[in-house]
């Protein structure tokens, strides 16, 4: 086998772009789609809001925000569970 370096600098963009900004159409359509619908005021559409503006923060833990802006920020365990499964989003 031939000898192979791997490459010195990687363009991200390049590897990225294409799938991100199809992901971002996506979500925006999802999000006309449920304002048509008159379902806007759900809170985990409001969480996914809340999530969007954090992506324009000149910050390098955006992933890590918009993953704790889906969270349950409550330290304590509760009681009993009030359903079972997951929801994706905390409703206060």
Same mark, same amino acid.
């Given at each position: 086998?031939? +000898?192979?370096?791997?490459?010195?600098? %990687? *363009?991200? !963009? +390049? &590897?990225?772009?294409?799938?991100? #900004?199809?992901?971002?159409? +996506?979500?925006?359509?999802?999000? +006309? /789609? %449920?304002? /048509?619908?008159?379902?806007?005021?759900?809170? #985990? !559409?409001?969480?996914?809001? *809340?999530?969007?503006? &954090?992506?324009? &923060?000149?910050?390098?833990? #955006?992933? #890590?925000? %918009? &993953?704790?802006?889906?969270?349950?920020?409550?330290?304590?365990? !509760?009681?009993?569970?009030?359903?079972?499964?997951?929801?994706?989003?905390?409703?206060?």
């Amino acid at each position: 086998m031939p +000898d192979w370096t791997p490459p010195t600098s %990687v *363009n991200l !963009v +390049d &590897l990225g772009f294409m799938d991100s #900004r199809s992901k971002l159409i +996506d979500l925006a359509a999802f999000l +006309d /789609r %449920v304002q /048509r619908a008159g379902q806007d005021d759900d809170f #985990r !559409v409001h969480a996914l809001k *809340n999530a969007i503006a &954090l992506l324009s &923060l000149d910050e390098p833990e #955006r992933a #890590r925000e %918009v &993953l704790l802006s889906f969270s349950d920020p409550s330290a304590e365990p !509760v009681e009993k569970a009030t359903m079972q499964g997951a929801i994706g989003a905390f409703k206060a």
